[in-house]
């Protein structure tokens, strides 16, 4: 692509110390199907050889530009990224991640086709952990999913320009994925393509493993806070079995066992099908973490079971 060209996407990929991964995930965007981008990778400041191979795919591929920075953080050198794209969209994607070779053809069209203005897309994850990450796919799928966790994957999206550019990262918390979605849904549509778009590399060195602890408390901060601003007159008691169900873990008594089925059947009222399908998989995820509260345990599943079926009971 000629430098002096508006390109249509601009791709953005900030990256540190990932000389074992970075060519997977390079050579995965120049093999896009939809060529008409420029690629701007922001190298914060690594010390092993990631800059050098980057440098090699920019002699090849005059669409790389590689800014380097100090080491100041991932969301630092993306707002820098941000500020200087020349695209109509911007697509993000991370330095160990597997973008598929339709991601952009794919994301273009859902966004044409949608008029919405953040879209992410399907995800399965590899290396450490093998897994399909379904979301969902409607803006008001997606505002209800994130009372549970990240609804639309940072690297998986393609937005609006104008959105980026007005809405910078937190450049001191580790959980952008999360609050950054959270805190544009009030004023910007989002939506996930059906289509499976990004293979999510796990391992190790990743900001949350690494950070476990810290990602830990500012999720519970960010849904609380979060859940709050849907729900303000919520009794406490309602919000901590609510959270069991987020995290995954056993009620501590029959009354909060109800409690979780209320909210659950109450959120699966969305006109989304796949995230009543989700809702019921939480349910019965909650009923078998909490089998030790007795037999009545059963009852109460088939009870709000039927509610989230939509049958009588």
């Known amino acids: 692509m000629n430098r002096n060209l508006t390109p249509i996407i601009s791709v953005l990929m900030p990256v540190y ?13 120049l093999n896009q199907s939809f060529r008409n981008f420029e690629f701007l990778i922001g190298d914060d400041g690594s010390t092993d050889s990631t800059p050098q191979i980057i440098r090699k795919y920019a002699e090849d591929d005059k669409r790389i530009t590689l ?10 050198q993306l707002n820098k990224l941000v500020a200087s794209a020349r695209g109509k969209y911007i697509a993000m994607m991370e330095s160990d991640d597997i973008s598929l070779p339709e ?31 379904c979301y969902p796919e409607t803006h008001e799928g997606i ?3 994130q009372l549970f966790r990240v609804a639309i994957l940072q690297p998986a999206t393609m937005m609006k320009s104008v959105v980026a550019k007005e809405n910078p990262y ?25 289509a499976l778009i990004l293979k999510r ?19 519970a901060n960010i849904r609380f806070k979060y859940f709050y601003s849907m729900f303000p007159n919520t009794p406490i008691e309602d919000f901590i ?12 008594s029959i009354p909060e066992l109800k409690r979780a089925g209320k909210w659950l059947v109450e959120l699966s009222r969305c006109s989304e099908e796949k995230m009543k399908k989700i809702m019921q998989i939480r349910w019965k995820n909650a009923c078998d973490f909490s089998v030790e509260l007795g037999k009545e345990t059963i009852s109460i599943f088939n009870h709000y079971q039927a509610l989230l079926e939509g049958r009588k009971c």
Not at 67 to 76: P, S, V
Not at 241 to 252: E, G, L, N, S, Y
């Open 17 to 29: 110390n990932r000389e074992e991964y970075i060519r997977e995930s390079v050579e995965s965007i």
């Open 201 to 219: 590399r796990v391992h190790e060195k990743q900001t949350s493993t690494v950070n476990l602890t810290k990602c830990l408390k500012e999720s």
């Open 67 to 76: 800014h380097i920075f100090e080491h100041r953080g991932q969301f630092h």
């Open 170 to 194: 937190l450049e001191d918390i580790f959980l952008v994925d999360y609050e950054w979605p959270i805190r544009i849904s009030p004023r910007y549509r989002l939506s996930n393509s059906p």
């Open 103 to 133: 991601r952009f053809e794919r994301q273009l069209k859902f966004i044409q086709e949608t008029d919405c203005d953040v879209c992410g897309g399907q995800v399965e994850t590899f290396g450490a952990r093998f897994s399909d990450l």
């Open 143 to 145: 505002c209800l999913e």
């Open 241 to 252: 079995a609510f959270t069991r169900i987020a995290d995954k873990q056993p009620m501590t």
